[in-house]
């Protein structure tokens, strides 16, 4: 059992907010404690003093040392501590491990705790609903593998050849993803910067019609209507499309008005949200889908000069973003008001301009997908390579 491999098997120190300090001993928490990696979060990093430190008692940890999480996600996470120049304690949600040297390697098992096998066995001992958590006895009675230290050297050594390759196609990968869509925001923001002569600048409020979301009552709402009522959240961010995985239903009661449901070729817009990220943030309709819209939400349909797309891929660049920060910066209340949004400019090329400059766009955003989408599922690989080679490390087949 992992408790029996150890010299050490303690929680850390109970700390409160009031005993903590500015400077001092760091304390290491269970944010620290990645998946199999310490994550450093040195602009959250918490301190106790020495007078603190001797007064509580507390047990300093060192270079070297295991920290296991008891909290998710996972519960029973595992990281060995680098050298951070500093003098250690941990909080009581970790289990300070220190191994046997002639028993247990640390990397060895910081490996094994990253495995199916691992966590399937801590996840059977957590308690808990809402968010489990595992005992430290509970924690001790995993079993763990012991081969031979030469073994575990020996796996170790390989895991750490494989390991490391993996991360550098990953790096790669990760800055391939990064370059695939900064040049396509860089290619969209010069669109709309580099004009031409006959391009008219315009208000928003001029060259759109502005609609409110239904308001409607929490006693209107069922668990399930032909109804459907869209809310900001069912704004996909990165897609700027709909997303129909949660929705909202009201009874047939309600009367919906033609004008309060999305329109094909309309815009949505999160007006209100407790995240000044998604706020303003916008879907293009590509049908009608006969849904409602909600009192967070707004709906902009262009004027028949102003061609529906081009206006999408305006409110998708940085000039956009730009006047949105500015609107939200030091509002108490992420509430977007409709007679400021409407003051954003709106440069109007010729419609066959503007139609050129939407077939150049969507052609580009389809390749940037594409490529996306391949990254992506390289990174993939990636991991579900990674779950391979620790499942192979300690079923003996490597």
């Known amino acids: 059992m992992l408790a029996d491999a150890c010299d050490v098997f303690a929680d850390g120190d109970w700390i409160e907010s009031k005993d903590q300090s500015p400077a001092g001993i760091r304390l290491i928490q269970t944010g620290n404690v990645g998946f199999g990696i310490f994550k450093g979060r040195g602009e959250k990093a918490r301190y106790v003093s020495d007078a603190t430190f001797k007064r509580l008692r507390c047990t300093e940890i060192f270079e070297g040392d295991c920290l296991i999480s008891r909290l998710p996600e996972p519960v029973g996470r595992s990281c060995i501590l680098p050298n951070t120049g500093e003098r250690m304690i941990t909080a009581v949600d970790c289990t300070i491990v220190r191994f046997k040297p002639k028993q247990v390697l640390p990397k060895f098992f910081n490996y094994y705790s990253q495995t199916h096998e691992y966590l399937r066995a801590v996840d059977s001992g957590t308690t808990g609903t809402t968010r489990k958590r595992i005992s430290r006895s509970k924690l001790g009675q995993v079993t763990i ?16 050849e494989a390991f490391a390759a993996i991360a550098r196609s990953r790096a790669n990968d990760e800055l391939n993803l990064r370059n695939v869509r900064e040049l396509f925001h860089s290619r969209l923001n010069a669109v709309f910067t580099e004009r031409g002569e006959d391009w008219r600048t315009r208000p928003l409020g001029d060259v759109c019609d502005f609609q409110r979301g239904l308001t409607y009552k929490k006693e209107d709402e069922v668990d399930l209507s032909h109804n459907v009522v869209l809310r900001a959240m069912n704004i996909d961010l990165a897609s700027h499309r709909l997303d129909f995985t949660d929705l909202k239903y009201i009874c047939d009661q309600v009367a919906i008005p033609e004008s309060k449901k999305v329109k094909k070729g309309s815009l949505m817009i999160c007006t209100a949200s407790g995240s000044k990220a998604h706020l303003g943030k916008i ?3 590509d049908d009608d889908y006969g849904y409602a819209f909600g009192g967070f939400m707004g709906m902009l349909t262009p004027h028949g000069d102003l061609v529906p797309r081009y206006l999408f891929h305006l409110m998708t660049s940085g000039a956009y973003d730009d006047f949105i920060g500015a609107m939200a910066a030091g509002m108490n209340i ?22 050129r400059i939407v077939e150049q766009l969507d052609s580009l955003s389809d390749e940037t997908e594409r490529l996306s989408s391949l990254y992506r599922r390289k990174l993939d690989a990636l991991e579900t390579m990674k779950r391979s080679l620790l499942q192979q490390a300690f079923a003996g087949a490597l």
């Open 145 to 160: 593998p012991v081969p031979t230290l030469p073994e575990q050297q020996r796996i170790v050594g390989v895991l750490d």
């Open 283 to 285: 879907a293009f309709i």
């Open 334 to 355: 992420n509430n977007l008001k409709f007679d400021e949004l409407k003051q954003f400019q709106v440069p109007c090329p010729p419609r066959p301009e503007q139609e």
